[in-house]
């Protein structure tokens, strides 16, 4: 039997997302992404078509690296992920929807205090019965450091990626440590709302923060949401090893996932000792449907004509960090310019309907591919042509799914939702339906993603597993505050060892 797919939809708090100036279709409502509606409309679609997910992206700050510096001009002009809502507002109301959609949030390890976050995350896992994941991210923006980090400059990916850490341990410490299992008892009759023998200070010193805790909100239903993360840099995919239960990837090839996945199981099984499948991995995708491949085509070269290309250019600079503007219009950009930009270019492999792969590729030519996708690749045909590529990628990479994003929206989902999915559901690699639980209780984002009966964690599988790094710092019932603190001083002198 083949393994059932996860299947995500990708979206973002902006117009367009990873379609610069698509927002000018005639059918799409990206720009109405400042309404309730929006929201409420894409949930309800999402768990019609028995989405796992809906990942939500994030950025904060403008991509202002293109004809800059601190040039927002183009971007603002085109819509280009500018401007921007902050995303956790969004997932309350969603979750009063729907019941079984999951939602991951990207929040950035520069963007609050852990302690504030801690509450911000685990206010998210109440209001949505455990259907919620931090995807993280260290951000990648001058523009976004320049306005949360006192006015200086983003440190480099080394020094981000050790805040990262030491901002994780700070949330996983309040979430985990600082209140045990059942403190919370609302007993009436004694009149006692939380045990305070339960609840302890955590006490962190570290390089970066000192907090000395305890956590202001209470146990959630995950204890700790799902752990998600996009970096595939080499500190990245360290990160992503040790501590992320689904890792986004995009790649442009089969062949090119598959080495980013064995990469990341490598680091993850030897390294850190989990299990081989500890980790899922999904693929970032767009998809155009037509009756015929004619048609396909055809649509695909339609949304083309709506894209901005000095908004695609602005966002190509920005994830590059390279001007591309200081290039000529005619330069080839596999002999110009950067290792960044040369490397980005020589493995892009997105190809618009009838073009040839030796085409030369300017900026017009990159900025014109990434109008349709963004920084993904299209696939384009017939439910089951797209179907059969989907298959493809799947056999060659061992990818566990796709994080669907739109041309145009809702019509992308819409075709995802009423002609794919059908397809993908015939071919045994998508669920039927969401799994029921015995007790009926709401089924939480970990265990949509690893099963309700997950053998590596057969006693909570709403709780991360026995091999994941966070798993001992849980305070269980009938552990006494002494007893924890030994237990932790213990368990702190191994790691040394």
Known sequence: MPKKLIINAFDMGCSGLQAPGLWKHP???SADFDTLEYWINLAKLLERGKFNALFLADVLGGYDVYNGPSNIAPAAR?????PVLEPSAVVPLMA???KNLSFGVTFSTISEAPYHFARRLATLDHLTQGRVGWNIVTSYLDSAARNL????VLPPREKRYE???EYLQVVEELLLSSWRDGTVLKDLGKGVFSDPDGIREINFHGEYFSVPGPSITHPSPQRLPVLLQAGTSSQGKDFAAKHAELVFITNFTPESLAENIKDIKNLSTNVYHREPDAIKFLQLITTVIGETHEEAESKFLEFQKFGDLEG????FSGWTGIDIGQFAPDDELRDVGSNAVKGFVSN???LSPGEDENLKKTREYVAKQITVGGLGPVFYGTADEVADTIEKWVEVSGVDGFNFTYAITPGTFEEVVDELIPVLRKRGLVWDDYPEKENGEVLTFRENVFGVDDVHNPHDPKFVRPSHPAFEKRWRSGISKEEFELQ??????????
């Open 27 to 29: 059918d799409d409502k």
């Open 78 to 82: 085109a819509g280009s992920q500018w």
């Open 96 to 98: 009063s929807v729907t």
């Open 149 to 152: 980090l006192q006015g200086e």
């Open 163 to 165: 805040r990262a850490e």
């Open 312 to 315: 695609a250019q602005a966002l």
């Open 348 to 350: 892009w492999t997105k």
């Open 488 to 497: 932790k001083n213990t368990s702190a002198k191994k790691r040394k060892l």
